[in-house]
């Protein structure tokens, strides 16, 4: 059935279905002007992410239920890199007329399905027609204690969460129509359905941890986006990037470069002292490494070192919106 | 300048510009992986609504000033209707490569104007690529008590803030290219720069008045919305809509049903008791009409009756997108 035929209200009415009854502390869910929840916390946060047909996302290399996963997942990554607790989503959903209503109703359960292991509730939205498939979904959670991208401070230890260069390498070999295969596998997972490190990050809000940002445009841009509200510099080892084996393996010479600018791995990058970052390391459920320091020279640049200590060329700096070479970016045209 | 020519970045910076410094409750603003701000209300209201270029608006009618005026707006009106207090926006811009950047300090710059005079705070967004300018705004407030469109009970009046059918009678004359003059401008001000009863849903609250909706839909659609919600029927008195002169004196016959169908007055609609309703109308710096009355009988059924009480038959319900006769709707094509 397409969506013309079914009509927004009958639309609203299958989310409200699929997503079902709110927990406890939301007091309005779907189908109100606003949705309405209780909260004791003294901090809000709030953030938006807008997925696009056709820039972001083709249906042809996403199922509906990883793009629903993958809306919600880009999100919490955001609350995630704050250091929040995620706890509302609101889905603003754009759609051609005859988008297919069986796909709108996976898309809802690839939402659900993360929305539940991290006891987020879908509380509301709205559905408007469009030209193309557009997702803008918001996320709003509470915080005790924030970890922001401006208080890095020269000598902090740069860390990453998990393995970078997966999702990058998972799409462009989605773009080539390349095979998956077992070890291949985890690099489309990585690119169609990341799995955020809200946890994680969490664990950096308890240690109140100096400075975080997720790696949503690549390690570089992202660490770049770091030092300039930081005010430093930053060097990164090349050869301490934990890139994950699968891009090595199918990659080979490119590989470093999509772990340092592929973009959208959605892993958190952090600084703090040594110890700080040796004790977060301990209480984190996934890998964490160090790769690189702050520097005080030169704000907002990072340079890359070899492991002799001579500097490597930097071949670009990650995933930007209208820039001129988007034809060369590893996102989809 | 176009936005491929500026970045994503230069254009947040432009956008952070204009905005401004955000208010001391807001820890955060543009420019994080989150918006982040302090809260001691224990009940938090979202919304978020979406505005897509030759759906919503087309920028030949609407300048980006309104556009940015009418984004916030509608949201506004969304949280006005559950009798919340607006706190912070967050902007969600999908982006031809070829916009205008002037254009959009304006659609910024129009944002912001609403913005100030509520108090709100834009305090982040998402700037993206897509194939027509997509506008998703999400707004988050605070409320001690919340009015939702559940709680009407039979024998309540029906009330409505101001004057109906303006934005729609606008609308239309926009899209038959006439002119405006001294009586017929506030039309064209109704459907391109709504003002939010922001105020008014606040007394709703404070009163705890029983049921609420905004029309944005339609008088008839939303306070159908309202009557399912509600599990009651509704009748309206056709002869007391307070329909805005300016309507009847271009459009005539045509006046009522724009009142009843237009959609996008942006007006409340409420119902409790006649006391209550006596007691709201004195407090409210607006007009405020009794309409009709809630009924017991035939949930979600709303009737039109003439001042003889007879029944008048009803030409449609709303605004609804993905509808099969959406080239009679109002909206534009």
Redesign the interface.
Known sequence: MK??E????G?IQLFQRIVGSPGDDV??GI??????????????????????E???FTLGHTSWRELGWKALAVNL???A??G?RPK?A??????P?DTDVEGLAELYEGMVELARLFNVDI??????????V?L?V?M??T?DH?V???AARPHDQIAVTGLLGASAAGLHMLKKGLLFDSTTAPLREAHVKPYPRSVEGQVLAENEVRAA??ISDGLVGDLSKLCK?SSVGARLYAHQIPIHPAVHTVFKQEALNLALSGGEDYELLFTDTMEVVAKVKGLMPCPVTVIGEITSNEPGRVRLLDENGNEMALERKGW?????D?DDKPNEP
Do not use: K, Y
């Open positions: 969506v013309s079914l009509g927004e209200f639309l007091v309005v189908g109100d002007d606003a949705a309405v929840w209780r909260s004791n916390a003294t901090l809000q946060v709030a953030t938006t992410d807008a997925l696009i056709n820039v972001h990554s955001d609350i890199a704050m929040g509302c609101l889905v603003s959903l754009g759609l007329s509380a509301g939205g709205d559905v408007v027609a469009a030209p193309v557009m803008s918001s709003v959670g915080a924030i922001t991208r401006a940002i997720d509200a930007e919106h209208f820039a001129p988007d």
